[in-house]
């Protein structure tokens, strides 16, 4: 409660211009933060903007407002910068420019940006935590759209209520946003059930590369840039994919790596299943994010990162051995 008194105090007496960003490769949960509070706060007097490095994926451009969000522009500079569901500024992809930085996030760990930082790892979403401080503010102005921006990144980053993150925190909220106008089978159809035909062409490629190891506890799949190209697809629209290797039985950890366009560099996605910690594999290569999703960047050959990446999972199943068996 302290946190969200403090926070809210600071955004009150800025009196310059604010910018919203969220990470790149952005997600339910960041996109959904981002426009509920820029909503929020223009309803509140301020002069704020929202902006992010990559393209809005698709499947959230249904969200109120969405084409709002500019595209980030590293040479000017602005009053205060809110940073939403990211573990540091870095995770914009670009370096840009603030007199100050807060930080609101439910990611472990991560850079303390101010002293305003509002980081609770326990919450089930960043925009759980969106949701107490606007509420904290003035429930009021919680609109339909705010709600529906809201139940957006709840509902994704818990994967549908089905994540280990979720708790009576996350219903009640859940229940909230619905009486402020959220509709849950609205959104979740948008989100879930409008895929363009060249997303499913690319998801038939990508399945063709699936690959078992370690007892068949480990299941992998590739994203090359060619699969990318060929069927006219975009990165972005490859969220979600890693799931389908993560819901093979016996599988405890899957990965799915991402080619970027320089050939060289893979954005590596990881699951679990609450076993092993998936966050310290993707620790190992500088990344982060939760125990049962988290993500990181590796440069190399497909091959050659690929076989880093079973070797640290092996590694970390090892530690876990006494709940997974292994032949």
Request: proline share 3%; glycine share 8%.
């Amino acid at each position: 409660m302290e946190g969200e008194i403090d926070i809210i105090e600071r955004i009150k007496r800025e009196e310059g211009e604010i910018l919203i960003v969220t990470h790149e490769n952005p997600d339910g949960d960041g996109i959904g933060s981002m426009i509920a509070l820029y909503r929020f706060l223009i309803k509140e007097g301020k002069n704020v903007k929202m902006a992010m490095k990559d393209e809005l994926p698709y499947i959230y451009n249904f969200l109120p407002e969405s084409d709002k969000i500019e595209k980030l522009n590293p040479e000017k500079s602005y009053n205060l910068i809110i940073l939403v569901d990211a573990a540091g500024l870095y995770r914009v992809g670009l370096d840009i420019k603030g007199r100050e930085v807060i930080r609101i996030d439910h990611h472990v760990g991560g850079l303390k940006e101010s002293n305003y930082d509002y980081v609770d790892p326990s919450a089930p979403s960043t925009t759980y935590i969106i949701g107490l401080i606007l509420k904290r503010w003035n429930e009021k102005k919680i609109d339909k759209e705010i709600a529906e921006c809201l139940y957006t990144g709840l509902m994704t980053d818990t994967g549908s209520f089905r994540y280990n993150n979720v708790d009576e925190r996350a219903f009640q909220m859940a229940e909230f946003l619905v009486k402020k106008g959220a509709d849950p089978s609205y959104i979740s159809t948008m989100v879930y059930e409008r895929n363009r035909p060249n997303v499913i062409r690319l998801l038939h490629k990508v399945l063709s590369t699936l690959k078992m190891d370690y007892e068949g506890h480990i299941a992998s799949l590739v994203v090359r840039r060619s699969f990318i190209d060929e069927v006219g697809a975009l990165e972005e629209e490859t969220e979600g994919f890693v799931n389908f290797a993560k819901s093979i039985e016996e599988v405890d950890v899957a990965f799915i790596m991402i080619q970027k366009p320089d050939l060289k560099t893979w954005r590596v996605s990881l699951r679990g299943k609450g076993k092993v910690n998936v966050q310290n594999i993707a620790r190992i290569f500088g990344g982060g994010g939760h125990k049962d999703a988290a993500g990181c960047r590796i440069i190399g050959s497909e091959e050659n990162v690929r076989n880093m990446l079973i070797d640290a999972i092996k590694t970390e199943i090892e530690k876990t051995a006494g709940s997974i068996k292994v032949a």
